[in-house]
Structure formats: C-alpha cells, structure tokens
Nanobody, 119 residues
C-alpha cells in the first residue's frame, strides 16, 4: 500500500508561478517513476510531466519550457514547478507513483490538487 498526497495548488494570476509537491509513502515498496497529470474541467486526464528514478523526464508539448518536474533526494517525492501559467492550465493536478514490492508493480494516484489560473 502506497499513499500519494499532493499539495501546493491554489489560485494564481496568468503569468504567475506555482510549485506543486507530491509525497508517496508506504513500507515495503520501492518507488520507480512518478508523474503529474491534470484534468481540466469537463475534460479527460492528461499527462503533464513524468520522471523516472534515474531522472529522465518527459513533458507534454503544452507545458514544455514552462514546467519543470524534479525528484526529491528520497525518490519518493516529486515536484512540479509551473511558470508562465495560462488559464488553460487550470485543472485538478494529480500525482502518480509507480511502486514495486518484491513481486508486483503498482500504480497509485493522489486525490488531486486544484490549480486555477485566473485574473
């Protein structure tokens, strides 16, 4: 069992910045890749950025050059630095963690944190 919790969402002006944090916790698991997804109002969930345990990153085209994903030293935390925010970035942002125990791979999702970009 892995718990995933996001924080850092809120209301920000267009052009502003936010930093989202995610922590995955659970005993007996090794956290592999982690990522951020988002779900705009009335739309489906989409990948924002992902990062492997070795630090390889991937970004959606819509956020390239504006967002940066990074891992904490423990590898069970992930951050999303969001700059030059646009109204279309408004969404619930979800953290996903892939974890392994001795036998099985699992994917866990956080409950999400709201990001609203509006003047």
């Amino acid at each position: 069992q892995v718990q995933v919790v996001e924080s850092g969402g809120g209301l920000v002006q267009p052009g502003g910045s936010l930093r989202l944090s995610c922590a995955a916790s659970g005993s007996g698991f090794s956290i592999d890749d982690m990522g951020w997804y988002r779900q705009p109002p009335g739309k489906g969930r989409e990948l924002v950025a992902s990062i492997t345990s070795s630090g390889v990153t991937n970004y959606a085209d819509s956020v390239k050059g504006r967002f940066t994903i990074s891992r904490g030293n423990t590898k069970n935390t992930v951050y999303l630095e969001m700059n030059s925010l646009k109204p279309e970035d408004t969404a619930v942002y979800f953290c996903k963690a892939r974890a392994r125990d001795v036998l099985t791979q699992y994917q866990y999702w956080g409950p999400g944190t709201q990001v609203t970009v509006s003047s």
